[in-house]
């Protein structure tokens, strides 16, 4: 028999508990993206009408910083494995009617899940490098002088205080009794000298 190599694929998930949407109407928008790449799905999340278009974009959006942050995938190079939505809890209401009667209003939940994956291998993500601890020999060794002395330098400085700052002080309009700010003072005028008359 014929070996066949089976290529590994890593997924990735997110998931929205509680979205305030039935899951009837979440699939019909679901069923659009299923199997699209990631930036194709963004761009029929973003013309849909639908208004759980919104929350499933939302959902995309972590799946994807999922995967770039934890797993070291590129986004945009992941497609749409599965995505789903199951039913939540219902919310039960009533709205009345005539004669004292009450109709049943059920408000629909669901958590919608979008696993990503990428056919692509992960690249590596630099950490950044820590100090190696020192051996035991090193750290019985004493340290040289110049070293004592910029630690020592370094320790006086940080030692000093910063001097608080003093606020400065705004002038403020007066206020009278009744709490309203006063008028300033109009500057004294000369009076017009009447024209004689001809």
Known sequence: MAETQATKTSEVRAQAKWVHCSARKARLVLDTIRGRSVPEARTVLAFSTRDVARDIDKVLR???ANAEAN???FGDDMVISACYA???PRLKRWKPRARGRADRIIKG????????ASLTPPRVVAKPAQ???PSADEASKPAPESAVAETSAKTEVEAKPKAARKAIAKPRAKKSDKGEAKPKAAAKRKPQ???AEE
């Open 86 to 88: 199951d039913e939540g």
């Open 193 to 195: 000298v009447k024209k």
């Open 131 to 133: 100090p190696a601890a």
């Open 71 to 73: 797993h070291g995938f």
């Open 62 to 64: 972590s799946a994807v």
């Open 109 to 116: 939940t669901c958590h919608i899940t979008i696993r990503l």
